[in-house]
């Protein structure tokens, strides 16, 4: 519900919960200790009060940060802690090397019984972090995220056996969204913020969209 609150927080992702959002999608650094932290970019500016790149701090230092109207940066594991399987839970690889701990510690959590594979999607830009992490934990679904489509599209998401093609908006057409859909691979739209482009997919017959307004002004 990153629309009306501050993106990536615990506020946020419970807000998106009490609308009804039947899942939620989260981007995953690690900090200079290691830590698996939510937040979208490389670097501090845009959403936080701090300066510089993620991986240069630690998470004590991070959690000094201002993420928006008092919130701190999350662990991975306090939004899980927060979701408590109640909404499917999309984590995508933003960060450099985050693709071995993420998998490890989804793993730890399934084993806890605390988490199910049905209701993970882990999603990348970068083909590199999706290929190491279904080397170390293969039955968790995939998706991967384009924001322009390359001559090898299908032959990517053919070798690493996708589940899922996330797309941005200005790309999708009714075309890649049938061949998605002959090649058994689910279509995902992102970022759909406008009533008009969210009956345009619809009418497309896209499988779901990401969107920062879980209920739209007026309506779902």
């Excluded at 290691?34 to 240069?56: A, F, P, Y």
Aim: hydrophobic share 40%.
């Amino acid at each position: 519900a990153s629309g009306d609150f501050p993106e990536n927080t615990l506020l946020a992702f419970r807000k998106a919960l009490e609308s009804g959002a039947s899942w939620l999608e989260l981007d995953v650094h690690l900090s200079a200790d290691g830590e698996l932290v939510v937040i979208h970019d490389e670097r501090l500016e845009r959403t936080t009060s701090g300066e510089g790149l993620v991986h240069d701090y630690s998470l004590s230092e991070l959690r000094t940060l201002d993420a928006g109207e008092g919130e701190k940066i999350p662990l991975l594991g306090e939004v899980f802690d927060l979701v408590a399987g109640r909404a499917v839970v999309n984590v995508d690889l933003k960060g450099c090397g985050t693709a071995v701990p993420t998998a490890r510690f989804l793993a730890t959590r399934m084993d806890e019984g605390q988490i199910v594979a049905e209701n993970l999607l882990v999603s990348s830009f970068d083909l590199q972090e999706l290929t190491a992490f279904k080397s170390c934990q293969a039955g968790i679904r995939l998706a991967m995220i384009y924001d322009q489509e390359p001559d090898d599209l299908w032959q990517q998401a053919e070798e690493l056996a996708v589940w899922s093609l996330h797309l941005d908006l200005p790309i999708v057409t009714r075309e890649i969204v049938e061949e998605a859909h002959q090649r058994g691979k689910r279509l995902f739209v992102f970022t759909v913020n406008k009533r008009a482009d969210f009956q345009h997919m619809q009418q497309l017959g896209v499988d779901g969209v990401f969107t920062d307004y879980p209920v739209f002004e007026g309506g779902a």
